[in-house]
C-alpha cells in the first residue's frame, strides 16, 4: 500500500444512441482500509493458528454454543461448529461439568462474575484442556448472548506438566549430584586428618580437590539457571583476542582430559580480536570441553575457530561415545543428558544456548553414536582493537626477601586461617577484622601488599579500600570475595583494586597472583 497507488472506480453507462458516459471516482481511501483491514484479518488468523485460539457466542433462548476459529476441539483445521450447549458437555470431563454449568449461569445473570473458566473435553479417548473466556455481553428482553474467546491449552498444559516433571527430576537429581562430591570431601577430610602415610595423604587431596571442583561447578549452574530464569545475566562486551582466550582454554583443561585423550587447539586466525563477553564465551567452551571431557575415554578433543563472511564459527569436536537419535535434538532442553550414567546437572548445553542467543549466535551438534560428536557455535564477527596499555607507573620499593609483610582483612576466622596455612611460611601476616581495623593495621604496619575481603561488618572491602588510596597509591590491594559474577570483577578492578579473586580460593593461583604483583612493585634485597 504504498502512499503513490491511486484506487479509482469507473462507471460506464450509456448516454444516447451515439455516446456513452464515462464517470471515474476516486476510491483510494476505502480501498486502502479494505486492504489493511483484510491484512489484519489475515494476521489475527495466524495469531489464533499458532495460540490455538478461537471466537464464541452463546444464545441463552436458543442455548447454542457456536464458536470459530483453530480450537482443533474436533478437527485439526479451521472450524467453525454450532452445537447445542448439552451436547457439548456431552464431551465434557465429569469432574467439570457442575463448574462449568455454575460459570455459565453467573454470567447470565450476574455483573461481577469471573469471566474466566478452565475445563477439560473428552475427544476420542483423548483429553482436551479448554479455556473459555467472555468479554462481551449483551441483554435482551427474553434473552442474553455471551461472547468471548475459546482456547485449546492441551500442549500449554503439557508443556507446563512436562516442566514440572523435569524440575521434580532436576531437584532431585541435584540432591544426589550435590551430596556425591560433598560425601568425598567431608570423607576424606577427616582420613587425611588421621592417615600418617604421606603418598596416601596425597592420593586423598587428589580427590578431595576434583571433588571440590564438581562441587563449584554445580553451584556456578545452579546461579547461571536463577540469572537466566530472573533474566539478570549479564554480558559485558570489550575487544577480545579470540587466539588468546583459546590459548587460556588449553591451558585450563589440557589436565583435565582423562588420561590418554589429548586437548587440541586447532590452528586458528591468531589476528582476530572482536567485541564479544570474554567470559561468556570462556563459559561455553568451558561447558562443551568439559562436557567432551566426560565422554571421551580415547582420541582426542579438538577445538577452534574460524572466520566465515560475516561470522564466527566455533567448534568443539571429541572422538567419544556420541549422542543417540532420540535424544540428540533434545540435546540443548534443560535438564536432558545424553547418559544418565555420567555425573551432571543436565543444564551446560542449555546455559550455552542461552548465552549464544543472546549473543545474536546459533549453536548446533553434529553426532554419531560410538563415533563422536561435534559441537558449534557462531557469533556475530564484530571487529575491534586491543587498546595499547600504557605502562603502569609505579615507585618500586626495596626489601628484603624475609620482610614482606600481607595485611589480611577477613572477618571470619576460618577463612584466614585458610589464608594463613597458605601464606604464612613465605610471608609475614597481619589480620583485621574489618575494614575500619584494616585502615589502622595498614597506618600501624605499612604492610607490601593488602588482600581485602568485600563483604564484612562496619566497613566493607571498597570503603576502606577508599581510605586507604588516600594514604598510599601504590600498594597493591587484591580483593577476596565471594561474589563472582563478571559485573562484580569489572567492579572491583574499577574502585582502586589491583587484582580480584573470588571464593573459594585456589590456593596456587593466589600464590602466583601475589608473586606477579609483588614483581612489578618490589626490588628485593
Known amino acids: ?141 427474553q434473552r442474553t448472548v455471551l461472547e468471548g474467546y475459546i482456547q485449546n491449552t492441551s500442549e500449554i498444559v503439557w508443556k507446563a506438566e512436562r516442566s514440572n516433571q523435569l524440575k521434580s527430576a532436576f531437584l532431585a537429581n541435584m540432591s544426589h549430584e550435590i551430596r556425591t562430591p560433598l560425601n568425598a570431601i567431608l570423607g576424606f577430610s577427616r582420613i587425611i586428618a588421621e592417615t600418617e602415610n604421606a603418598e596416601e595423604r596425597l592420593q586423598y587431596y587428589d580427590i578431595v580437590e576434583k571433588n571440590n571442583m564438581r562441587l563449584q ?109 532420540d535424544k540428540i535434538d533434545k540435546i540443548f532442553d534443560r535438564f536432558i543428558m545424553a547418559n544418565n550414567q555420567v555425573q551432571g546437572t543436565g543444564l551446560g548445553l542449555s546455559i550455552c544456548r542461552t548465552i549464544i542467543e543472546h549473543m545474536n549466535g546459533t549453536i548446533g551438534v553434529e553426532s554419531e553414536e560410538g563415533k563422536g560428536s561435534t559441537f558449534w557455535f557462531t557469533i556475530p564477527y564484530q571487529p575491534a582493537r586491543l587498546s595499547e596499555k600504557k605502562a603502569e607507573e609505579f615507585q618500586p620499593i626495596t626489601v628484603q626477601k624475609d620482610k614482606l609483610t600481607i595485611l589480611i582483612a577477613e572477618d571470619n576466622e576460618s577463612n584466614y586461617r585458610l589464608f594463613q596455612s597458605i601464606l604464612r611460611k613465605e610471608y609475614s601476616l597481619i589480620h583485621a577484622w574489618d575494614g575500619q581495623e584494616a585502615i589502622e593495621k595498614f597506618k600501624e604496619h605499612r604492610p607490601q601488599i593488602i588482600l581485602m575481603d568485600i563483604n564484612m561488618p562496619r566497613m566493607d572491602g571498597y570503603e576502606a579500600t577508599k581510605e586507604i588510596r588516600k594514604l598510599s597509591a601504590d600498594v597493591p590491594i587484591i580483593a577476596i570475595t565471594a561474589f563472582a559474577y563478571a559485573s562484580d570483577e569489572q567492579r572491583v578492578l574499577e574502585n582502586g583494586f589491583d587484582g580480584y579473586m573470588s571464593k573459594p580460593i585456589n590456593a596456587p593461583l593466589l600464590k602466583q597472583q601475589i608473586a606477579s604483583i609483588l614483581q612489578k612493585r618490589i626490588i628485593f634485597l
Open 1 to 141: 500500500l504504498e502512499d503513490d497507488v491511486k484506487y479509482y472506480k469507473c462507471i460506464i453507462s450509456k448516454y444516447d444512441e451515439e455516446h456513452f458516459l464515462f464517470q471515474y471516482r476516486d476510491i483510494t481511501g476505502r480501498s486502502v482500509v479494505r486492504l489493511k483491514l483484510e491484512k489484519k484479518q489475515k494476521d489475527l488468523c495466524e495469531v489464533e493458528k499458532a495460540a490455538r485460539i478461537g471466537l464464541w457466542a452463546y444464545d441463552s433462548s436458543t442455548r447454542l454454543f457456536t464458536y470459530s476459529g483453530y480450537t482443533r476441539i474436533f478437527c485439526n483445521d479451521e472450524e467453525q461448529k454450532q452445537i447445542s450447549i448439552d451436547e457439548y458437555m456431552n464431551y465434557m470431563h465429569l469432574d467439570d461439568k457442575d463448574r462449568f454449568c455454575q460459570w455459565l449461569e453467573e454470567n447470565l445473570k450476574e455483573k461481577d462474575a469471573s469471566n474466566t473458566v478452565n475445563y477439560r473435553l473428552l475427544i476420542d479417548g483423548k483429553t482436551v484442556n479448554m479455556r473459555i473466556k467472555t468479554y462481551h455481553k449483551e441483554v435482551y428482553m
Open 217 to 325: 561447578e554445580l553451584i556456578n549452574e545452579i546461579l547461571d539457571l536463577s540469572k537466566i530464569e530472573s533474566g539478570m545475566m549479564e554480558f559485558n562486551y570489550a575487544p577480545v583476542s579470540l587466539y588468546i582466550l583459546c590459548e587460556d582454554v588449553k591451558n585450563t583443561y589440557s589436565f583435565r582430559c582423562q588420561p590418554g585423550v589429548e586437548l587440541v587447539f586447532e590452528e586458528s586466525d591468531p589476528s582476530l580480536v572482536i567485541s564479544t563477553d570474554r567470559n561468556r564465551l570462556f563459559q561455553v567452551f568451558s561447558n562443551l570441553i568439559g562436557n567432551a571431557t566426560k565422554f571421551t575415554a580415547k582420541g582426542s578433543i579438538s577445538f577452534g575457530y574460524k572466520l566465515k563472511e560475516k561470522e564466527i564459527v566455533f567448534h568443539v569436536a571429541d572422538t567419544g561415545s556420541g549422542i543417540s537419535d
